[in-house]
């Protein structure tokens, strides 16, 4: 991740823990993540403009800090249940799912401008519950928290498709992967498919 050296790296990976922090104003900058391994995602506020293309990633978790603006995510098809956390003070974002992929959001009084596919609220004044066909019985399924005070929040349906590009296993308590050696995993890998 390509930073200067005054400032805090837009992008942190610890374990199997991405922290996101990029300043507005601080340029850009990318992370390549291993698809052998799942991954947390944390959007730590302030950032500003941030891109998450998740497509062929196992994703366990993501998490939006009060503060984040501007922030798009692509997901990829969820394996079990994946929490996504949406703190108040949250503003601009947008989540694409795949075509199909189940989510059930609750929503707490508060939250401003919402869409959630086709349904479209102004102001949340008492708890929301919305599903999409059939996602509260489906075992695989986005449960997205909104909490209060929430700004323009979109889901829909426009991520591409993209399969897991590698099978995901749990690693035992004995065996213990750095960041690192997943990062090189990862890259090692690309290379290997350009040649």
Same mark, same amino acid.
């Given at each position: 991740v390509p930073h200067g050296p005054a400032s805090a790296a837009p992008a942190v990976v610890r374990g199997e823990t991405v922290k996101v922090r990029r300043l507005r104003g601080v340029g850009l900058a990318e992370i390549e993540l291993n698809p052998r391994h799942p991954w947390r $995602?944390?959007?730590?506020?302030? %950032?500003?403009? %941030?891109?998450?293309?998740?497509?062929?990633l196992e994703v366990r978790e993501i998490k939006l800090d009060s503060g984040a603006a501007k922030v798009e995510c692509f997901l990829p098809r969820p394996r079990g249940v994946v929490p996504i956390i949406v703190s108040g003070g949250v503003v601009g974002l947008t989540l694409h799912r795949?075509? !199909?992929?189940?989510?059930?959001?609750?929503?707490?009084? !508060?939250?401003? =401008?919402?869409?959630?596919? !086709? $349904?479209?609220?102004?102001? %949340? %004044?008492?708890d929301l519950r919305w599903e999409s066909v059939g996602a509260s019985v489906t075992p695989d399924r986005y449960e997205l928290r909104i909490n209060g005070g929430a700004v323009q929040v979109t889901l829909d349906q426009k991520a591409t498709e993209e399969p897991l590009r590698a099978h995901v296993q749990s690693e035992s308590a004995e065996e213990h992967t750095s960041a690192l050696e997943i990062l090189?995993?990862?890259?090692?890998? =690309?290379?290997?498919?350009r040649r």
């Open positions: $995602f944390q959007i730590q506020g302030p %950032t500003w403009n %941030t891109v998450l293309r998740l497509g062929g795949p075509l !199909g992929a189940a989510v059930v959001a609750d929503v707490s009084p !508060g939250s401003v =401008r919402l869409k959630l596919d !086709g $349904f479209a609220v102004n102001a %949340t %004044t008492a090189l995993d990862g890259v090692e890998k =690309r290379v290997s498919l």
